[in-house]
């Protein structure tokens, strides 16, 4: 069983930096594409960024810039430095795991990202 556990949500204000962090309860963290996803009250899940075993990555044109996914294989973790953040960014922020050879989904619990002034 996969447990996803994300840390690092809270209150920036516009123009500020979070960093969340996602820890993974798995056996071969290699198996896994992981990501992060974000849903904004009255909208649909979106992806925000993912990164494959060998460092490939993935972003949601409207975080290009300012958002940087990386993974710590020897830590089983995954982060998502977030700059330059905007009001716009405001959500819950999921992290996912993505079995590569079931292309099963795991999820995390969510953790709020609030940017406000």
């Known amino acids: 069983q996969v447990q996803l556990v994300e840390s690092g949500g809270g209150l920036a204000q516009p123009g500020g930096s979070l960093r969340l962090s996602c820890a993974a309860s798995v056996r071969i963290f290699s198996i896994y594409t992981m990501g992060w996803y974000r849903q904004a009250p009255g909208k649909q899940r979106e992806l925000v960024a993912t990164i494959t075993n060998s460092g490939r990555t993935d972003y949601a044109d409207s975080v290009k810039g300012r958002f940087t996914i990386s993974r710590d294989n020897a830590k089983n973790t995954v982060y998502l430095q977030m700059n330059s953040l905007k009001p716009e960014d405001t959500a819950v922020y999921y992290c996912?795991?993505?079995?590569?050879?079931?292309?099963?989904?795991?999820w995390g619990q969510g953790t709020q990202v609030t940017v406000s002034s």
């Open positions: 996912n795991a993505r079995d590569v050879r079931t292309r099963f989904d795991y």
